[in-house]
């Protein structure tokens, strides 16, 4: 299969976009490699896939052929169990972390599915380093956790040890203040993106919580998932849009491709992204699946 070129955007001189279409993961069902409404998806460094198969509360790893090489979960709230899993983060290659979101908790679990250890944050009389109901996390180059709370709308950050250290974010942010927060990642050089689907944006913040700038405003409509690539290139799937946008590091607009529908390179639903290399990941609530992608960026003259 050939690559799809995807015009760029802007003035001669900017990188161009080309996609190839190589397969799609998953079918709606509830046997190993089916899928109920995923909302997530991460790739370890040795390109295994991680999907957060939400209505099958379940975590299922996958190689990038298809082949199921680990599951957990089943509905519950005990070890094993999850109710609502929203996001899963496998970026160091040992650890997969998951969001519980109906269980309040974020689960740790080693990189064949094994579970370790539940963390549940309530603070007695510290309602602002309290978890309520967890919907995406990250984990910085340092270590540090960031979990997004769907209840408060706001991030709370825990250092290595699992303490809860600071939140950002809530309505006393003024200006950077979260209304909808849906996914969240953190680049190289410390700068946290989250995706807003009120807010219809991406909003930057520093790795202190203060808030930069956003991205996107007037272009998006519901994002979803977010990645960034060794370059700094953004790429959000937007799940009203039913695409792929890619932003440069100025913020600006350089590629766009997706369409609705089921056919393979049109998307229904998107709920996340992730990147590994030159593969892009694109797993869709609607469709059941996770389609990858091979992208090549070339200099436009």
Not at 53 to 76: C, E, H, P, S
Not at 80 to 109: C, E, K, M
Not at 265 to 280: E, K, M, N, Q, T
């Amino acid at each position: 299969m050939l690559f799809l070129a995807v015009a760029p955007l802007h003035a001669q001189g900017l990188d161009a976009l080309q996609i190839r279409p190589l397969l799609a993961l998953g079918r709606p069902g509830q046997g190993p490699g089916e899928f109920n409404t995923p909302q997530a998806v991460s790739v370890d460094p040795n390109g295994n896939i991680y999907i957060a198969d939400t209505g099958n509360n379940r975590i299922q790893k996958l190689d990038r052929n298809g082949r199921v090489l680990a599951t957990i979960g089943g509905f519950g709230w005990g070890q094993d169990q999850f109710q609502r899993p929203l996001d899963v983060w496998a970026g160091n290659g040992l650890d997969v972390f998951v969001a519980d979101y109906q269980n309040r908790r974020i689960v740790r679990l080693d990189r064949n599915l094994h579970w370790i250890e539940a963390y549940e944050f309530r603070r007695e009389g510290d309602e602002k380093l309290s978890l309520g109901f967890p919907r995406a996390l990250a984990i910085s180059i340092h270590g540090d956790l960031f979990v997004v709370d769907g209840e408060n709308y706001r991030v709370l950050k825990l250092n290595t040890l699992r303490v809860p250290e600071r939140q950002f974010g809530d309505f006393d942010w003024g200006e950077g203040n979260l209304l909808d927060p849906q996914k969240i990642c953190i680049s190289a050089q410390e700068r946290i993106y989250i995706s807003d689907r009120q807010r219809a944006a991406i909003l930057v913040y520093d790795y202190f919580g203060n808030y930069l700038h956003d991205i996107g405003s007037g272009t998006l409509k519901s994002p979803a998932g977010v990645a960034l690539d060794a370059q700094g290139r953004l790429y959000v799937g937007d799940a009203s849009r039913h695409e792929v946008m890619v932003f440069d590091r100025q913020g600006r607009l350089i590629a766009r491709f997706g369409s609705p529908g089921d056919k393979l390179g049109a998307f229904a639903g998107i709920s996340d992204v992730a990147l590994h290399r030159d593969l892009l990941l694109v797993c869709e609530a609607e469709n059941h699946r996770v389609q990858i992608f091979q992208i090549a960026w070339s200099q436009k003259l």
